[in-house]
């Protein structure tokens, strides 16, 4: 549960943050485009989809990994240098059972429901700069939102969140089994961690969206 908190509730304001500016960008972009030709509406197609299906996923998958996953490599790089790990060993306690498993679990219990909140964090910066600045009419746009979002893109963006639990939960702890012992081991397992975290989010994305772009999803 301590993890489970780590993850969930304590990364929930860096989310906040990231999710919400990342929909103004988008909202902004957008904007300059459409503006164009007359369709401005349509910014809420754009925010509502991108983060649904990908961006929410993927930006709060990155934010796991420079801190959860980081956090999981350094913590279990110094157990494995102060030899708490082979003190686990010998007392016939499994280190994968006893340290990697939980920590996978909370990372991949907490993703999908931190991408959520980032879905509408996402769409609520789209919605102020679209209404504040862009002076569209608020229901038109939520709407336009309701149309956009189907439940396929939800289900799409919420397995993105789920491999990527997986993906920064493993290579956080894979890289602390793996420390050397000493203090520039640890130091070079917790940027080793975030480095393949973030290169397996990346090519996980390429890859689900291909498969989504075969299957017509």
């Known amino acids: ?8 509730v304590d990364t929930l304001l860096l989310v906040s943050l990231i ?17 164009m030709f007359g369709a401005q509406i349509f910014i809420a197609y754009i925010v509502g989809i991108a983060m649904v299906r990908v961006l929410s996923a993927v930006m709060t ?18 157990m494995q240098a102060n030899e ?13 059972e006893f340290l990697v498993i939980p920590r996978i679990l909370a990372v991949v219990i907490m993703m999908p429901i931190l991408t959520i909140y980032a879905d509408l964090m996402g769409i609520l910066g789209g919605f102020v700069i679209s209404v504040g600045m862009l002076h569209l009419n608020p229901i038109e746009y939520l709407n336009r939102t309701q149309a956009a979002v189907k439940l396929s893109y939800v289900w799409v963006g ?38 393949t975290g973030i290169t397996g989010i990346v090519i996980a994305t390429a890859i689900i969206t291909f498969i989504c772009q075969i299957l017509g999803v």
């Open 84 to 96: 708490e790990i082979d003190a686990l060993k010998t007392l016939g306690v499994s280190p994968v």
């Open 158 to 195: 919420l397995i993105h969140s789920f491999v990527f639990g997986v993906i920064v939960a493993v290579a956080g702890c894979l890289r602390g089994i793996k420390c050397e012992r000493n203090a520039s081991g640890v130091g070079i397992a917790t940027t080793s961690a975030v480095v």
């Open 19 to 35: 999710s919400l500016l990342v929909g103004m960008i988008l909202a902004f972009v957008g904007s300059i485009q459409l503006k």
């Open 1 to 8: 549960m301590l993890i489970v908190k780590r993850c969930g």
């Open 61 to 78: 998958g990155i934010i796991m990994s420079g801190r959860i996953g980081a956090s999981f490599a350094a913590e279990i790089g110094m």
